[in-house]
Structures are given as C-alpha cells and as structure tokens.
C-alpha cells in the first residue's frame, strides 16, 4: 500500500506557471510507474501525463504536450508536473496516481493506476 499526497495547487492567471507535487509513502516508490490525471467541472478524469519508474520515460496528452513536464525524484519519493502556459481550460482537481505494476503507466489509461491521491485543485483565470 502507498499513500499518495498533491500539494501545489492554486489560483493563477492565464499564462501563468505551477508546479504541482506529489510525495509518496513507503519504500516501494521506484517500483511504480507515476501519472497525474485531471478532472474539470462536469467532464470525466482525463489523463494528463505519466513517468516511468526510472524517469526515463515520459508520456503526455496532447492537450499539454510542451507546456507541461513531469519528473520524479526517486530519492525523496516524489512526483512533480511543472505546468507552463497555463490556460483556463486546464482548470481541473489535479490528482497524482500509481502503477502498482510499473508496466503499464505509458497507456493512460486509470483503469491501471492502483493508487490514488485526494487531489488538489488549479484554477487559471482569464
């Protein structure tokens, strides 16, 4: 079991910048493969991007692709997604998850995501 906790989140205006954390009980951290997910008023939780348990390997929604960046520094057992440019449609309850198996983080897709943080909001103004 880990426990997953998003700090970060806030109110700020269009084209503006934040950087969301994710810190993770337990010592299994590098065995997981990590994503950050969203969910805006309304619509269904969206993927938003995702890393491998290395770091090495990264993916991204498109909708965010060259705005926002996620790392992970496996020595504090913690999980960041810098986000760039901000715009008003990526406000959302932004929430970190894990890929127990570590193989399948890549897809996207929460059905493979084990573990969930409660989440934290971002909100852009226009």
């Known amino acids: 079991q880990v426990q997953l906790v998003e700090s970060g989140g806030g109110l700020v205006q269009a084209g503006g910048s934040l950087r969301l954390s994710c810190a993770a009980s337990?010592?299994?951290?590098?065995?997981?493969?990590m994503g950050w997910f969203r969910k805006a008023r309304g619509k269904e939780r969206e993927f938003v991007a995702a890393?491998?348990?290395?770091?090495?390997?990264?993916s991204y929604a498109d909708s965010v692709k060259g705005r926002f960046t996620i790392s992970r520094d496996n020595a504090k057992n913690t999980v960041y997604l810098q986000m760039n440019s901000l715009k008003p449609e990526d406000t959302a309850v932004y929430y970190c998850?894990?890929?127990?198996?570590?193989?399948?983080?890549?897809?996207?897709?929460?059905?493979?995501?084990?573990?969930w943080g409660q989440g934290t909001q971002v909100t852009v103004s226009s």
């Open positions: 337990g010592r299994t951290f590098t065995s997981y493969g």
């Open positions: 890393i491998s348990r290395s770091g090495l390997s990264t």
């Open positions: 998850a894990a890929d127990r198996s570590g193989s399948r983080w890549y897809e996207g897709d929460e059905r493979y995501y084990d573990y």
